[in-house]
């Protein structure tokens, strides 16, 4: 399938950030001893997509941060399936090699309880979940039933 994938264009960087990306982005990157960044691809039908970060070339991590500190709401825990969803769909119909993984502020670890359907279908998704707290460490999240 063929693609193509660049960094942020002019019009992607004239949006706002949201605070923190960059040092988020830069914290993984050190966990994980890769170099990631942001990424937008553009699809052989032209669709674009931008995820939070990845590695370069033919990307074998897909990844969205939601560094949420506070009370979860429900438009929180909506932002986080359907970052779950996007990442899933560009891996299953593009980059079947890699990984997806969410990073998630602490607060949103109790979407992820014993018990409920979330931790289970993310599992089934292969998707991971690591949290981040307030002084950006990260730590991976035990999602597996």
């Known amino acids: 399938m063929a693609y193509s994938a660049r960094s942020p264009s002019s019009v992607t960087a004239a949006r706002p950030a949201r605070q923190g990306d960059t040092t988020l982005v830069e914290a993984l990157s050190a ?34 941060f939601s560094p949420h500190q506070g009370p979860v709401k429900s438009t929180q825990r ?42 289970a279908a993310f599992a089934s998704y292969r998707i991971t979940v690591a949290l981040v707290d307030d002084r950006h460490r990260i730590r991976t999240l035990d999602i597996s039933t």
């Open 31 to 64: 966990h994980l001893g890769i170099e990631l960044a942001p990424r937008e691809f553009t699809l052989a039908d032209g669709t674009r997509i931008g995820v939070d970060c990845a590695d370069e070339g033919r990307p074998t991590l897909l990844v969205q």
């Open 78 to 119: 909506n932002k986080v399936i359907a970052d779950a969803f996007k990442l899933v769909w560009l891996r299953d119909h593009h980059f079947p090699d890699a990984h997806v993984l969410l990073v998630l502020g602490e607060p949103l670890a109790r979407l992820f309880g014993r018990g409920a359907w979330l931790p």
